[in-house]
T-cell receptor, first 112, second 115 residues
Framework: DVKVTQSSRYLVKRTGEKVFLECVQD?????MFWYRQDPGLGLRLIYF???????EKGDIPEGYSVSREKKERFSLILESASTNQTSMYLC???????????FGQGTRLTVV | AQKVTQAQTEISVVEKEDVTLDCVYE???????LFWYKQPPSGELVFLIR??????QNEISGRYSWNFQKSTSSFNFTITASQVVDSAVYFC????????????FGGGTRLMVKP
């Protein structure tokens, strides 16, 4: 069974903290993605990676960075968390061709 | 630029009713792909269907059916005889070769099926 696993379901962090969200996939997929989900706005792409050490900005990269040192792992980093980054974060992976993406269960981050 | 609009933010039906979720898209690409995903309360998005722009045939899978019409740039999703387990948020999404496999999502439609 294919699996995308996010390290935490719920996180509460303080303003100004550095936050790491981890995502691991076991399908040997080339592409990995980080989305942010907010009510009424759907999912918006923050960053994606099509290979190890490769990354591309999505629609809303400001305030975020990413790291992909190994094919199976894609980390999202909030350099200095702010309250407007309180949201649900979803990781996904897919093959290089246009195929369906597989999603993790999401991390609900609250920044106080 | 690509855009997906799901005008219905929330729909409430009673079990066994049929319900249609609307999806309208915009793209300048001639080759593109449309998707529907279901997000149950557990949070994980579940893939339901993919359609490419050259295949306008409607598709049926059990109680689910999809109507793709290029003339109106719509890809609507119908659930027949809805059940409580269908309660979820449903997302329509779009990508194309030139979008680099990046999905553009609509805002989602929350479907509540009451017993």
């Amino acid at each position: 069974d294919v699996k995308v696993t996010q390290s935490s379901r719920y996180l509460v962090k303080r303003t100004g903290e550095k936050v790491f969200l981890e995502c691991v996939q076991d399908m040997d997929h080339e592409n990995m993605f980080w989305y942010r989900q907010d009510p009424g706005l759907g999912l918006r792409l923050i960053y994606f990676s099509y290979d190890v050490k490769m990354k591309e900005k999505g629609d809303i990269p400001e305030g975020y960075s990413v790291s992909r040192e190994k094919k199976e792992r894609f980390s999202l980093i909030l350099e200095s968390a702010s309250t407007n980054q309180t949201s649900m974060y979803l990781c996904a992976s897919s093959q290089p061709r246009v195929t369906e993406a597989f999603f993790g269960q999401g991390t609900r981050l609250t920044v106080v | 630029a690509q855009k997906v609009t799901q005008a219905q933010t929330e729909i409430s039906v009673v079990e066994k009713e049929d319900v249609t979720l609307d999806c309208v898209y915009e793209t300048r690409d001639t080759t593109y792909y449309l998707f529907w995903y279901k997000q149950p309360p557990s949070g994980e998005l579940v893939f339901l269907i993919r359609r490419n722009s050259f295949d306008e045939q409607n598709e049926i899978s059990g109680r689910y059916s999809w109507n793709f019409q290029k003339s109106t740039s719509s890809f609507n999703f119908t659930i027949t005889a809805s059940q409580v387990v269908d309660s979820a948020v449903y997302f329509c999404a779009l990508t194309s070769f030139f979008a680099g496999n990046m999905l553009t999502f609509g805002g989602g439609t929350r479907l509540m099926v009451k017993p």
